[in-house]
């Protein structure tokens, strides 16, 4: 998994959960631009902030970071193939 896809994950989990950067920023008492970078760069997204968007997003962490399972699973075959 690439931070490419780390990256469309967390904006695509923001987005289903019917949220605005700026307006998740806010329930999570964080700068849009955080949320933003964070969304660029998730291997600078900590535990305890991973959690926090999780609950907001209603999704579990893996789904957060791994997409579905079985997307991730598929992608871990193209790259041993």
Do not use: C
Not at 28 to 46: F, I, M
């Amino acid at each position: 998994m690439t931070v490419e896809n780390l990256k469309l994950t967390l904006e695509a989990a923001r987005k289903n959960a019917g949220y605005s950067q700026a307006e998740a920023a806010a329930k999570l008492g964080v700068h849009p631009q955080t949320l933003a970078a964070w969304e660029r760069d998730s291997s600078k997204l900590s535990y305890i902030e991973a959690n926090k968007l999780s609950k907001l997003y209603n999704i579990s962490t893996d789904i957060l970071f791994f997409g579905l399972k079985n997307e991730f699973i598929r992608s871990l075959r193209k790259r041993s193939s």
